[in-house]
């Protein structure tokens, strides 16, 4: 990848589902800096997050509310976006939510709403995306999963399966995007440093009785880089996935946790 094409992405549409915090914004935040038109979707439908963008890239931005686990909402975005920006020819399934319950309590509907926005939701967007990237020849799709898919801990049976079942969808969809110039591929981080891991740092310190700060700590000094990751990271690897020098990476599960297993 040549660092000197800053905008190598120029004339493309991407799609970040929950892309107005954590993860998703920092990947949106990307690819907008690679060039790229950008439609963030979220259930807050907030472009607050991108307030203070330079006035050439909030003129690639749209953000809209989508909820993935409505089939109707996935088409009505989809369609909006099309009409907006263009073709989507990059797809970022961002959107998730880490719950933990021990299977012995969970709760039927906890486990179905995990599944409906981790691995479902994922499917929906993949399906109404793909014709179009088919239709031009060229496409990036980058599910993010987790460590968790393979190494998981008490409490993360929802989780995990959902995280596992976007790996296995990422393969299949790489082998039938690979005769149409469509790469699929997961990124599976361990912890990264944003709202949504640090509430849930905070659930388990309070479950133990014990300080945040203490906790957080011992997670940071269980990494053999001493740190967590940070979101900003992330983004550069999308970037990278999404370079016409990337076209052979693909079906691939790319673990991004700075040594440690989750």
Not at 128 to 141: L, S
Not at 145 to 152: D, E, I, K, L, R
Request: charged share 15%.
């Amino acid at each position: 990848m040549d660092t000197k094409d800053a905008e190598f992405l120029a004339g493309r549409t991407a799609i970040v589902t929950g892309g107005a915090t954590g993860i998703g914004r920092a990947i949106a935040l990307a690819l907008l800096t690679a060039g790229a038109r950008v439609a963030v979707g979220s259930r807050t439908a907030s472009a607050a997050p991108f307030a203070d963008l330079p006035t050439d890239q909030r003129a690639r931005l749209v953000v809209h509310h989508l909820d993935v686990t409505q089939a109707a909402a996935v088409a009505d975005f989809c369609a909006t976006i099309r009409q907006t920006l263009g073709q989507p020819a990059i797809l970022v399934n961002s959107a998730g939510i880490m719950p933990d319950q021990l299977i012995t309590d969970h709760s039927d509907a906890l486990w179905e709403e995990t599944l409906a926005v981790n691995l479902t939701g994922t499917y929906r967007m993949i399906k109404a995306c793909v014709p179009d990237m088919i239709e031009q020849g060229w496409g990036r799709i980058i599910n993010i999963a987790s460590t968790a898919a393979a190494v998981s801990a008490p409490g993360f049976g929802a989780y995990s399966a959902s995280k596992a079942g976007v790996v296995g969808l990422t393969r299949a969809v790489a082998l039938e995007g690979a005769p149409h110039g469509v790469t699929c591929n997961a990124i599976s981080p361990g912890w990264v440093e944003t709202e949504m891991a640090l509430a849930a740092i905070k659930r388990y310190a309070a479950a133990e009785g014990r300080d945040f700060g203490e906790y957080l700590a011992g997670i940071k000094a269980s990494n053999p880089q001493k740190r967590m990751i940070q979101p900003e990271e992330i983004g550069a690897l999308v970037c990278y996935l999404c370079h016409d020098d990337a076209l052979a990476m693909t079906m691939q599960d790319l673990v991004f946790a700075a040594g440690s297993l989750w």
